[in-house]
């Protein structure tokens, strides 16, 4: 009997060591993998609901996937437009200016301060209370100007010396209303000085050709765009004569697999070409033509009388801007002028690139000492 209670204490104790041991041992193996198992699921669960959020969040404002509003300060327009940003990545810094603001610094689009009618718009003249100016275009009321609203739009996300890029828009959903905002230029459109009285001197040609050259070395070969409306109206002259392209309401990006491309390419330094005869001249191209006994019109025709030109100059003296025939810069006359016959040649695939044009002008100048910086009307 003694022995049957030991068997039993002996049994119950064993039981009771075997059950600790059990429990010690799950509780070790929980705490070494199965919570942290479970943690790092809990985690990656939060993460997941997070990153489900934040999608639906993006489709449901998608305007806030690239685009972020915030206050800042800007020197400015802190006198008259809202201290309102929008930071877009793709485009860059923008003002969004408000009606109201427009309407007061334009005198509510008056007459007055109109000072360029476009084929896409009329261009105003905007004073704000500091008495700085600004440029306001506001676009016809027309679908197939929204192209050219989105277009200019993206030129605010390039800066260059010689392209006009916005520098603040406004959008009126209620009135229709597409405006853009550009620094004043005080010296107008190029063809505001052609056959006009005063004459530009040759320091100011010479500042005038290699800035659009320059302007569009750049469109062709970094930004990848033509212009395709490359012509004194488009050419706008800041402090110091300096040229701006502006009027990018036709412009295209360029797509080197498509072969159409390069003619589009080629237009613009065709256009360039007979820019550089205008300003050589002083007079439209059309009135230098007929100067000149040339009223036929085409590429080749144009080619005929440019070789005519340079290889017998002493014609297209007699018609010469007269301030150029007082200066002793002819061989530099003579060189824009062969750079404006290649412009022009008959087959687009014998014109130079752009590129090729301002490294050619930019040599003649540095050749001949003359540079840039002094390059001062």
């Given at each position: 009997?003694?022995?049957s209670?030991q068997f039993?204490?002996?049994f119950?104790?064993?039981l009771?060591?075997?059950?600790?041991?059990?429990?010690?041992?799950?509780?070790?193996?929980?705490?070494?993998?199965?919570?942290?198992?479970?943690?790092?699921?809990?985690?990656e669960?939060?993460?997941?609901?997070?990153?489900?959020a934040?999608q639906?969040?993006?489709?449901q404002?998608p305007?806030l996937k690239?685009?972020?509003?915030?206050?800042?300060v800007?020197?400015?327009?802190?006198?008259?437009?809202?201290?309102?940003y929008v930071i877009?990545?793709e485009?860059?810094w923008?003002t969004?200016t408000?009606?109201?603001?427009?309407?007061?610094?334009?005198k509510h689009?008056?007459?007055?301060n109109?000072?360029?009618?476009?084929s896409?718009?009329t261009m105003y003249?905007?004073?704000?209370?500091?008495g700085?100016f600004?440029?306001v275009?506001?676009l016809y009321?027309?679908?197939?100007?929204i192209?050219?609203f989105?277009?200019?739009?993206?030129?605010?996300r390039?800066?260059?010396?010689?392209?006009?890029?916005?520098?603040s828009?406004?959008?009126e959903?209620?009135?229709?209303?597409?405006?853009?905002v550009?620094h004043?230029?005080?010296?107008?459109s190029?063809?505001?000085?052609?056959?006009?009285t005063?004459?530009?001197?040759?320091?100011?040609?010479?500042r005038?050709?290699?800035g659009?050259?320059?302007?569009?070395s750049?469109?062709?070969?970094?930004?990848h765009?033509?212009?395709?409306s490359?012509?004194?109206?488009?050419?706008?002259?800041?402090n110091?004569?300096e040229?701006?392209?502006?009027?990018?309401?036709?412009?295209m990006?360029?797509?080197?697999?498509?072969g159409?491309?390069?003619?589009?390419?080629?237009?613009?330094?065709?256009?360039?070409?007979t820019l550089?005869?205008?300003?050589?001249?002083?007079?439209?191209?059309?009135q230098?033509r007929?100067c000149?006994?040339n009223?036929?019109?085409?590429?080749?025709?144009?080619?005929?009388?440019a070789?005519?030109?340079?290889?017998?100059?002493?014609?297209f003296?007699?018609v010469?801007?007269?301030?150029?025939k007082?200066?002793?810069?002819e061989?530099?006359?003579?060189a824009?002028l062969k750079?404006?016959?290649d412009?022009v040649?008959?087959?687009?695939?014998k014109?130079?690139?752009?590129l090729?044009v301002y490294?050619?002008?930019s040599?003649i100048?540095?050749?001949?000492?003359?540079?840039?910086?002094?390059l001062?009307?």
């Amino acid at each position: 009997m003694e022995s049957s209670n030991q068997f039993h204490e002996s049994f119950r104790q064993g039981l009771t060591a075997g059950y600790v041991f059990a429990a010690t041992f799950f509780i070790v193996i929980y705490m070494s993998y199965c919570l942290p198992a479970q943690l790092v699921k809990n985690r990656e669960s939060r993460r997941g609901g997070y990153k489900k959020a934040t999608q639906k969040c993006k489709l449901q404002h998608p305007e806030l996937k690239r685009q972020k509003i915030q206050e800042v300060v800007c020197p400015c327009a802190s006198h008259c437009f809202h201290k309102l940003y929008v930071i877009i990545h793709e485009i860059g810094w923008l003002t969004c200016t408000t009606f109201t603001e427009l309407c007061v610094a334009t005198k509510h689009f008056s007459k007055d301060n109109a000072f360029g009618v476009g084929s896409t718009g009329t261009m105003y003249k905007a004073t704000l209370p500091n008495g700085w100016f600004f440029a306001v275009k506001r676009l016809y009321d027309s679908e197939y100007l929204i192209r050219s609203f989105e277009l200019e739009i993206m030129m605010g996300r390039y800066s260059h010396r010689n392209i006009v890029s916005p520098i603040s828009f406004c959008i009126e959903k209620e009135r229709n209303e597409r405006i853009l905002v550009y620094h004043y230029m005080p010296n107008g459109s190029l063809s505001d000085w052609l056959n006009h009285t005063t004459t530009l001197g040759w320091h100011v040609v010479i500042r005038i050709a290699l800035g659009v050259a320059r302007g569009l070395s750049c469109l062709h070969h970094s930004l990848h765009m033509v212009h395709l409306s490359i012509a004194p109206e488009s050419i706008l002259l800041g402090n110091n004569f300096e040229p701006r392209i502006s009027n990018f309401g036709s412009a295209m990006f360029m797509n080197y697999d498509l072969g159409q491309n390069v003619g589009f390419e080629k237009k613009d330094v065709y256009d360039f070409g007979t820019l550089l005869f205008e300003v050589i001249r002083g007079k439209s191209f059309g009135q230098t033509r007929k100067c000149l006994g040339n009223t036929n019109d085409g590429p080749f025709a144009t080619y005929t009388y440019a070789t005519n030109l340079f290889e017998d100059p002493f014609g297209f003296y007699d018609v010469m801007d007269k301030s150029l025939k007082e200066i002793e810069f002819e061989d530099e006359v003579s060189a824009l002028l062969k750079v404006a016959c290649d412009c022009v040649h008959p087959s687009p695939c014998k014109r130079p690139t752009m590129l090729e044009v301002y490294s050619k002008m930019s040599n003649i100048w540095e050749r001949d000492g003359i540079f840039e910086d002094s390059l001062m009307p």
